[in-house]
């Protein structure tokens, strides 16, 4: 998942582009860094806000949306990025489903004792509410294909550092994630209460045209606490990295800040070029046809057990919440 630059660059400054639910790809010349950045918006809050998650769980798929939309904007086909957690902690799973190109959808599952413990004690760090288990990414291209999966470890106390490990083990290319997730109370325009959700985040890869230049830290091999074989970094990427590091969580959500402004500050000396920016859209994939198919794969016995009073199955997608209701006979072999 290298980043590629697009053909065509725009002005930093120029009106009527980026905003909200917009990935903007970017590139700084003089650094040899190619990245995506992002705010989301009103995108993200329809989807936490569906499921009206406690806190603490919409904070974690709300990084882990973020991660996905960053990631999947730079799928060159079309098909599905899969970002998963499986762990043992009180929110045992995340999922975060890009379609390419521009639909997104999550959702997140978690045990409600084991999470009023946690919060109870104080235990509310992603670390602590994962536990331990794994960060998977899928990348399924279609029927025919076959499917890429990435595996890593929940190695890490935060979504960022454990990203950071994949891209070191499986793509071994220098990058650095940025995640940020803000919780806003203020008021509508007619005086009433308003609670949103927003979320911010960057990713840059150092990408120079000399690959041997991509040199990184060997990661420490097996139990052992010995770091690896030690490299000096390149001096563009140490630069770049130092850059992204200086990032507040506050500027990657603030909508006054903005990506534009946000890559202004942290590169103009270097060059940075952003491209046309793409779209994201909280769209699920679901239908009745498909559920239809599945439900129909159900043997007799499984369809009757299925059935209410009414002799209906009702069948609700868990990423949108939506709720479909079939007739038995519809799905009863004849």
């Known amino acids: 998942m290298a980043e590629k630059a697009p053909k065509q660059a725009l002005k930093l400054g120029e009106p009527g582009f980026a905003g909200d639910d917009h990935v903007l790809p970017f590139q700084v010349e003089g650094l040899d860094v190619r990245g995506r950045a992002v705010q989301l918006g009103p995108m993200l809050d329809g989807i936490l806000g569906r499921h ?28 599905k990025l899969i970002v998963q957690t499986k762990g043992d902690g009180p929110v045992d799973l995340l999922v ?17 004792a084991a999470l009023d413990a946690a919060v109870a004690e104080g235990r509310t760090a992603p670390h602590e509410l994962l536990g331990k288990g ?6 399924d291209q279609g029927p025919h294909t076959q499917r890429y999966q990435g595996i890593v470890p929940l190695d890490g106390h935060t979504l960022e550092e454990i990203a950071g490990v994949y891209f070191r083990q ?18 509508d325009e007619a005086g009433r209460a308003r609670h949103r959700w927003r979320a911010g985040g960057m990713v840059a890869q150092f990408l120079p045209q000399a690959p041997e230049r991509m040199r990184q830290a060997d990661l420490p091999g097996g139990d052992s606490d010995e770091a690896g074989h030690v490299v000096a970094e390149d001096d563009h990427w140490a630069e770049a990295k130092a850059m992204v590091e200086t990032i507040d969580a506050d500027e990657l959500t603030d909508p006054t800040v903005g990506t534009e402004r946000l890559l202004f500050r942290l590169f103009h000396e270097r060059g940075v070029r952003v491209y046309p920016p793409q ?3 909280d769209r699920c994939s679901c239908s009745r046809e498909k559920l239809k198919g599945v439900l129909s794969g159900l043997s007799r016995e499984e369809i009757e057990e299925s059935a209410d009073a009414e002799n209906e199955i009702a ?8 709720t479909y209701r079939f007739e038995a006979t519809e799905i009863l072999p004849a």
């Open 52 to 79: 009206d998650y406690p806190a603490p769980v919409a904070r974690l798929l709300a990084e882990a949306i973020v991660l996905t939309v960053l990631l999947g904007t730079s799928l060159k086909f079309e098909g």
């Open 96 to 112: 975060a489903d890009f379609a390419a190109p521009e639909n997104v959808r999550a959702y997140a599952r978690f045990d409600q």
């Open 170 to 187: 499986s793509e071994q290319i220098p990058t650095k994630v940025r995640l940020g997730v803000a919780e806003l109370f203020d008021r």
């Open 315 to 322: 069948v609700t997608c868990e990423f949108c919440s939506t």
């Open 134 to 139: 794994v960060l998977a990414f899928t990348i």
């Open 279 to 281: 779209r994201v859209f």
